[in-house]
């Protein structure tokens, strides 16, 4: 079962490894906001979802310009959004363009980067995970579940 929790971690390798035990808790079909500004790490705590989920962490690469990837191996799949670079007018445009229906009806586990695109709409009881800067190379990771 899947716990909140509130951590700092002082590298990359830490977050990735918080990241995977997080993989390790989360069952499919789950919705996984993740939000901090650029470069906080939250391809990098993917990166760990995936190894979690018992996937290989170089599946994962940042959607930046493909919009959604798809990692198919392992527990389930896992669908992973990166919504920055969709200039859409609302977030319910930026739902319809990547079709967040129909990845939200599939029996996988979807993370979506630069989430606050999709503020506002009714998405169920999303998991939230906000990674935030607390100096160069430290950050706090904090993750909220719903009731
Ligand atoms: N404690 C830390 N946790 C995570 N990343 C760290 C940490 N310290 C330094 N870094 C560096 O921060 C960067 C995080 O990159 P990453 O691509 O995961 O961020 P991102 O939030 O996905 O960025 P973007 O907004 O561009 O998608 C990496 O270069 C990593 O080495
Ligand atoms: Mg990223």
């Known amino acids: 079962m899947i716990r909140p929790f509130h951590l700092r971690t002082g590298s990359p390798e830490e977050l990735e490894a918080v990241g995977r035990r997080f993989g390790e808790t989360i069952d499919a079909p789950a919705l996984v906001l993740l939000d901090g500004e650029l470069g906080a790490g939250k391809t990098l705590f993917v990166r760990g979802m995936a190894a979690g989920l018992g996937k290989s962490p170089d599946e994962v690469t940042s959607p930046t310009f493909s919009l959604v990837n798809r990692y ?6 896992l669908v992973h959004l990166d919504l920055y670079r969709l ?6 445009s930026t ?10 009806a599939e029996q996988a586990v979807v993370v979506v980067e630069w989430a606050d695109r999709l503020e506002g709409l009714d998405l169920g009881s999303p998991i939230r995970v906000s990674i935030a800067y607390d100096g160069d190379d430290a950050r706090i990771v904090d993750v909220r579940i719903p009731e």
């Open 72 to 77: 198919g191996t392992g527990r389930c799949p």
């Open 87 to 92: 200039d859409a007018a609302t977030p319910e």
């Open 95 to 104: 739902a319809r363009l990547v079709g967040l229906d129909d990845l939200l």
